[in-house]
């Protein structure tokens, strides 16, 4: 990478191998926690900052049927939508550290922390109000 740190990974809490994705020059990875895939900062963000920009593909699936990837699915524009990226693996909260906004020209969503995010804490989004999750075991 440009700053130098090509190869490094920070350390989370009880890290384990984490696939890194490199976006703003390693700024959150994705691992498995006790509710599958999950989004971590690897660096501290200050409230509002964003975190991720993320690319979608709009009409990838449908907000009614069911569908595979419903379970990753955005609400964009009234249709279904996936989001490239970390965009689709943050999980739900009912009090988030972060939001999403849609940017209908260039089809992408944005992610920014509503509070600051301290290094190794997971990023979670508030799906809405019709969030229906099956129990983990």
Request: charged content about 25%; proline content about 2%; glycine content about 8%.
């Amino acid at each position: 990478s440009r700053d130098g740190r090509q190869g490094e990974v920070a350390r989370l809490p009880d890290a384990r191998a984490a696939v890194v994705v490199t976006i703003g020059w390693w700024d959150i990875a994705v691992r498995r926690n006790r509710k599958g895939r999950a989004v971590y900062a690897m660096r501290n963000f200050q409230r509002g900052e964003t975190i991720e920009i993320c690319h979608v593909l709009v009409g990838a699936v449908s907000e009614r049927a069911a569908h595979p990837f419903d379970t990753w699915a955005y609400a964009f524009d009234g249709r279904g939508a996936i989001a490239l990226g970390a965009g689709s693996l943050y999980n739900h909260s009912y009090t988030p550290n972060a939001d999403w906004t849609c940017r209908r020209r260039s089809q992408t969503i944005r992610i920014f922390a509503l509070r600051a995010i301290l290094v190794g804490e997971e990023i979670t989004v508030n799906y809405g109000d019709n969030v229906d999750f099956k129990v983990l075991k």
